[in-house]
């Protein structure tokens, strides 16, 4: 720049406000004054798939609140004359005109080369379905007798969407009712494991010394033992006198003793470092309890971790529940789960000429990819360095 030259200084006739610095726009007020709950919200919104994931699984666990309104059939109806029937196609045309949701009539015939059933459709006879209409009896969760279902087949028709096993049982509505066992035994598995988990884990993480000692041999023990091999060996020892309601708490009881030693780990070795930082100190110091300072400081700074565990394990728990009742040492009939419903599967001969009895394994694949889904969705919400 040359000497003749000189730089003109802007200068604002505006009054200066010596407040307006430190004044926040409505969405940096909104953002500074969210709670912690608040934030995780509208962090995992953006996560479309997880949303939709939740959205599912929610739809689902509402789902056996009513198991016997949205199944077809009551859970020990037998239809003797359709004795491993195929999937029974719907409809909503007939010669070109539009009917609504109907069936054909459903025949059988024996095939004597074969020696199987095969089934058809008798396009002569038009069965439309109904909805909130009147059919089996059934005991709405054991208590009230009704017969209202959310769909069915007039009088004299059949509605098998996913085909009949060998007992002429309607394969739509076992497994419909077998949600309400799978789906509840990763609940209460959960909340068992989390307790042990979060409890123990805590404990050794916090106060260190003998009692973190005695937390890691007995984990290491645990841990020592083949997972599947162990559920196998303290199934099998489960009285057979017992009626299902124990051997369904007994299952639960073993998936839940087996599955907290990995959370318990994970706790203990966030706490030990989150246990030095100087919120904690400060607390102490005011007289806080350590039951307190766990509770209230140590465990919001994990959260993010656990829910991960959460969502992680309760999928870990169906599997273990559906894998044992397949081998058979799991649950048994009469009670109905996804996995005794998969143990009428285990012939490869079966299979082949009956494929539709492997559909059960569907709903499985569902939820453990949406509690999947749903968990890494809520790890990234409850991440505090992602806001």
């Not at 095969?118 to 005991?139: A, H, I, M, Q």
């Not at 009895?357 to 509690?371: H, M, N, Q, R, S």
Request: net charge neutral; with cysteine.
């Amino acid at each position: 720049m040359r000497n003749d030259q000189v730089m003109e200084h802007y200068v604002s006739d505006k009054p200066f406000d010596p407040q307006s610095i430190e004044q926040l726009t409505p969405a940096q007020e909104k953002l500074y004054y969210a709670s912690q709950w608040q934030l995780m919200w509208w962090g995992f919104k953006r996560h479309k798939l997880a949303l939709f994931c939740g959205v599912l699984l929610v739809a689902m666990y509402l789902s056996i609140l009513i198991a016997e309104v949205l199944a077809p059939y009551a859970l020990k109806t037998r239809h003797t004359d359709y004795i491993y029937s195929p999937p029974q196609p719907v409809h909503l045309f007939h010669e070109g005109e539009f009917v609504g949701p109907f069936v054909y009539g459903w025949q059988q015939t024996l095939n004597m080369d074969k020696l199987i059933r095969e089934y058809s459709e008798n396009t002569s006879k038009v069965y439309p379905l109904s909805f909130f209409c009147r059919s089996d009896t059934y005991e709405f969760w054991g208590i009230w007798e009704r017969d209202i279902h959310l769909f069915c087949a007039p009088e004299g028709a059949t509605i098998f969407l996913l085909g009949t096993d060998r007992l002429g049982r309607d394969m739509l509505s076992r497994t419909i009712y077998g949600a309400r066992i799978s789906l509840t035994i990763g609940l209460i598995g959960i909340f068992i494991s989390f307790v042990l988990g979060i409890t123990l884990g805590g404990l050794a993480g916090y106060y260190g010394g003998w009692v973190d000692s005695s937390v890691q041999r007995v984990t290491e023990v645990i841990r020592s033992f083949p997972e599947l091999p162990l559920w196998m060996a303290l199934s099998a020892i489960l009285p057979v006198t017992w009626s299902p309601l124990w051997v369904f708490f007994g299952i639960t009881l073993i998936l839940a003793l087996l599955d907290w030693t990995g959370l318990a780990r994970a706790v203990r070795s966030k706490l030990m470092a989150l246990r030095e930082e100087d919120y904690c100190m400060a607390a102490e110091l005011m007289g806080a309890r350590p039951s307190r300072v766990i509770r209230r400081h140590l465990l919001p700074g994990i959260l993010s971790h656990l829910i991960a565990s959460a969502t992680l394990s309760i999928p870990a728990m169906i599997l273990g529940e559906t894998a044992l009742s397949f081998l058979g040492l799991g649950l048994r009939p009469p009670i109905t789960s996804w996995g005794v419903l998969l143990n009428e599967a285990q012939n490869i001969n079966v299979v082949a000429i009956y494929p539709w009895l492997i559909l059960p394994v569907v709903p499985v694949i569902i939820v453990i990819l949406a509690f999947n889904f749903f968990g890494d969705g809520l790890r990234d919400a409850a991440d505090p360095y992602k806001h």
